[in-house]
């Protein structure tokens, strides 16, 4: 039986073409290797999974390729690109920050630098999570960072720039990567079903690539996962939302309704149902917030874009915006962003959540006093 192989790492892409939802760096860096401007520091930021890894390696097997293509992409056939597939090029070297982050490491790499390559033009050092070096590792890397031979290049990865030395930052190029667009997500995804003979529902796709919050690499994940669980190779939406345990869209559509309704009867029994299906309190409140944002998102036709989710849940939240009033959306926001922060601190959660769903609930009843019933002597509806 073969050994099975992530999708992570069997579609992890081999040329600029391949990268996912970075294309502004990409044709940066293959100009750069077309015009030959490159520089010898880069700096790939971003948050984890967007491919700053990805583009280390395949900018490395790149700039030494003996046969470029005319988009300036690897060829993939010649010697240095072949070791390097196999993982036996000797100008490529790559360094895990996390694990090798003491002043030693970074002698021995400096060390390394100071002989020119074998064969090929460069040597190529990439250096990942290059924020867990220490400050006197990074005081050790500074002078060959700023002056380094001619034939050596370096490429640092890092998720968190802000903790690297100001005085690294101006020896570098810096890119900053994006998290990736859920719609860009869902097509890679898309793809790669198809060539792995899988069958899935788009809503499928488009739940994984928004539950990966911008991380292909979890997208990834997430679908292996899920394909696992699936019977017969064929992905369906409510096997998704019940094996990545999300709480569905119409739960919140239902919530929304009977609050706008004031039905305290339906809103308790529905928030009582949720618990029981194995949902957290804070999550729900936290998904109903958002729930509450893409309503006001609908009220105006240039920001729907914004909403990133199907066009059959987009027209659901359009037809659930035009009952929803203005005033009631603003002030559920306000009372569930104060249930939100206090949760933690609440002895009983559930009866705090209560409490807020209670108050949304007769939001109309404050917003508009004349529809209160009148009682003697205190002059409410007269």
Do not use: W
């Amino acid at each position: 039986m073969e050994n099975f192989v992530v999708s992570a790492r069997k579609y992890r892409p081999q040329l600029f073409d391949s990268v996912v939802g970075q294309s502004h760096i990409t044709t940066t860096l293959q100009n750069a290797i077309r015009t030959n401007h490159l520089a010898q520091a880069f700096l790939f930021c971003g948050p984890r999974g967007v491919g700053k890894t990805t583009c280390a390696r395949i900018l490395a097997k790149t700039i030494n390729c003996q046969n470029l293509t005319q988009e300036a992409e690897a060829c993939g056939e010649c010697e240095s690109c072949k070791s390097f597939q196999n993982n036996a090029s000797f100008n490529i070297h790559e360094l895990d920050a996390a694990s090798n982050n003491s002043v030693d490491d970074i002698r021995n790499l400096i060390d390394q630098v100071r002989y020119p390559p074998q064969s090929g033009k460069y040597k190529i050092y990439i250096i990942d999570e290059v924020h867990m070096l220490s400050t006197s590792a990074f005081n050790a890397f500074l002078k060959t960072l700023e002056e380094p031979p001619s034939y050596a290049i370096f490429i640092l990865a890092t998720t968190e720039k802000h903790k690297i030395l100001p005085t690294i930052l101006s020896r570098c190029q810096i890119f900053d990567f994006n998290r990736i667009q859920i719609s860009d997500m869902t097509h890679h995804l898309a793809n790669i079903a198809a060539k792995e003979g899988i069958t899935a529902e788009l809503e499928a796709l488009e739940l994984i690539a928004q539950k990966a919050d911008g991380g292909l690499r979890d997208a990834l994940s997430m679908f292996d996962l899920n394909v696992t669980f699936s019977q017969d190779n064929v992905l369906k939406y409510a096997e998704v939302l019940d094996n990545l345990h999300i709480l569905d869209y119409d739960y919140y559509f239902k919530m929304t309704e009977a609050l706008l309704k004031s039905n305290v009867s339906d809103t308790f029994l529905l928030f009582d149902e949720i618990l029981k299906k194995g949902f957290d309190g804070h999550q729900f409140i936290v998904g109903l917030l958002e729930h509450f944002r893409n309503l006001l998102v609908c009220k105006d036709p240039v920001t729907v874009r914004l909403m990133q989710v199907s066009e059959s849940v987009q027209k659901k939240y359009l037809d659930q915006s035009a009952s929803a009033p203005y005033s009631f959306l603003a002030s559920a926001l306000s009372i569930g962003s104060s249930c939100d922060l206090n949760y933690k601190a609440a002895k009983n959660q559930k009866l705090h959540v209560e409490i807020c769903l209670l108050k949304m609930a007769n939001i109309a009843h404050v917003l508009n006093l004349a529809t209160l019933p009148a009682t003697e002597g205190d002059g409410v509806g007269k």
